[in-house]
Nanobody, 114 residues
Framework: QVQLVESGGGLVQAGGSLRLACAASGGSFANAHMGWYRQAPGKERELVAGISFSGSANYADSVKGRFIIFRDNAKTTIFLQMSSLNYEDTAVYYC????????WGQGTQVTVSS
């Protein structure tokens, strides 16, 4: 069983920055593909960024150049550094873990005020 605990969400003004963290316990963190999805009100959940066990990252076009995903295997934590935030980034952000099975965090709210 894997547990994921997200943190770092909050209210930020447009143009600001936030760093999300997702701490994993259980499972095989070093071998897992992990990442972040988000869901805005009335919209489907969408991939924001993913990172492989080797550290290779992929991003949604909408966040390329603004968001950076990275992982700390020693702390079994992944991070999402978000910069130049805009109103369209407002959503609940969910961390996921994928190795044999898929697990999801409870979500953390990010609200960007215009």
């Amino acid at each position: 069983q894997v547990q994921l605990v997200e943190s770092g969400g909050g209210l930020v003004q447009a143009g600001g920055s936030l760093r999300l963290a997702c701490a994993a316990s259980g499972g095989s963190f070093a071998n897992a593909h992990m990442g972040w999805y988000r869901q805005a009100p009335g919209k489907e959940r969408e991939l924001v960024a993913g990172i492989s066990f080797s550290g290779s990252a992929n991003y949604a076009d909408s966040v390329k150049g603004r968001f950076i995903i990275f992982r700390d295997n020693a702390k079994t934590t992944i991070f999402l550094q978000m910069s130049s935030l805009n109103y369209e980034d407002t959503a609940v952000y969910y961390c996921y873990y994928n190795y044999d099975y898929e697990y999801w965090g409870q979500g953390t709210q990010v609200t960007v005020s215009s």
